[in-house]
């Protein structure tokens, strides 16, 4: 019903940057909140930020706050994660997540399928 689809991962150098994007398509009704989190190696997956899309409330953890911003462009139900300064533990795969209702059913949750961000020298 609802399909979610990153992209915009990748290797990079401590202090760059990358864009992560992940756009959902399929049979939606709405979506009330867009966020991304990630799991590195034998940890477990944590929330990375947040968006509401009504109104665009925006919630960080506090590793990234001040380097990673994320953003949403609604008519294409897409959110983006800017990551910035990067960081050799901000290696991970990331995961889109939306709080969506399809068209037939109820809310729930959604998840892209994962991209690898690798830090390193």
């Known amino acids: 019903q609802v399909r979610l689809v990153e992209s915009g991962g990748g290797l990079v150098q401590p202090g760059g940057s990358l864009r992560l994007s992940c756009a959902a398509s399929?049979?939606?009704?709405?979506?009330?909140?867009m966020g991304w989190y990630r799991q590195a190696p034998g940890k477990e997956r944590e929330l990375v930020a947040t968006i509401a899309t009504n109104g665009g409330s925006t919630n960080y953890i506090d590793s990234v706050k001040g380097r990673f911003t994320i953003s949403t462009e609604n008519a294409k139900n897409t959110v983006y994660l800017q990551m910035n300064s990067l960081k050799p533990e901000d290696t991970a795969v990331y995961y889109c997540?939306?709080?969506?209702?399809?068209?037939?059913?109820?809310?729930?949750?959604?998840w892209g399928q994962g991209t690898q961000v690798t830090v390193s020298s």
């Open positions: 997540n939306m709080r969506a209702t399809p068209i037939w059913g109820g809310p729930r949750d959604y």
């Open positions: 399929g049979s939606i009704y709405s979506i009330s909140a």
